[in-house]
């Protein structure tokens, strides 16, 4: 069972317009979430995160919005760049317990 | 500063040999951490160190997989005997934060191929 997932698996966008990647959790106890960036042959890279007692945290061009009664969040990337080409995954966890990931978003920046 | 580093990048071995994965964390971070990824899935735990202690070995298949972190900074991942659903890509990450595991610094990984 799945307590993160991330329902598309790829998401194509035009440079300069908006990227918004899904994430949902079933695990009502998770109160810290983050996100990723995998480029191919490398590691996943920090993004951005959000506590659960925030509904947005913003940096640069990547926002994270947190809807807790949903058990959704999103993360928006505005303007998008072909930079931002890779995979985006959503993690989660309950303070001292194991990140739980999603099987990623592969995004596609098209110039 | 550098980051994660973990060797070798690339292994193929034949099943039932063994293989062992080597992770040098950032210089400082006390914690680290083992992951596992498939084919498209997210990476997902096998084993936590503070330090030298293991501190979450749950998801560590003990029958088949070890792992130590002598003097807290250095890692080895080995797997004896391989299987072929052990291909996958192994991660090694480090954090500076003790008892969280918010922002990890991920290495690039090593793929492994058991045939």
């Excluded at chain 2, 992770?23 to 914690?31: A, D």
Aim: overall charge neutral; aromatic content about 12%; hydrophobic content about 35%.
């Amino acid at each position: 069972d799945q307590q993160v997932k991330q329902n598309s698996p790829s998401l194509s966008v035009q440079e300069g317009r908006i990227s918004i990647l899904n994430c949902d959790y079933t695990n009502s106890m998770f109160d810290y979430f983050l996100w990723y960036k995998k480029y191919p042959a490398e590691g996943p890279t920090f993004l951005i995160s959000i506590s659960s007692i925030k509904d947005k945290n913003e940096d640069g061009r990547f926002t994270v919005f947190l809807n807790k009664s949903a058990k959704h969040l999103s993360l928006h990337i505005v303007p998008s760049q072909p930079g931002d080409s890779a995979v985006y995954f959503c993690a989660a966890t309950s303070g001292n317990t194991p990140l739980v990931f999603g099987k990623g978003t592969r995004l596609s920046v098209i110039a | 500063e550098a980051g994660v580093v973990q060797s070798p990048r690339y292994k193929i071995i034949e099943k039932k040999q063994p293989v062992a994965f080597w992770c040098n964390p950032i210089s400082g971070h006390n914690t680290l951490y083992w992951y596992l990824q498939n084919l498209g899935q997210g990476p997902e735990l096998l084993i936590r160190y503070e330090n030298e202690e293991a501190v979450d070995d749950s998801q560590l298949p003990k029958d088949r997989f070890s792992a130590e972190r002598l003097k807290g900074v250095d890692s080895t991942l080995k797997i004896q005997p391989a299987e072929l659903g052990d291909s996958a890509v192994y991660l090694c990450a480090s954090s500076s934060a003790s008892g969280s595991y918010n922002e990890q610094f991920f290495g690039p990984g090593t793929r492994l191929t058991v045939l």
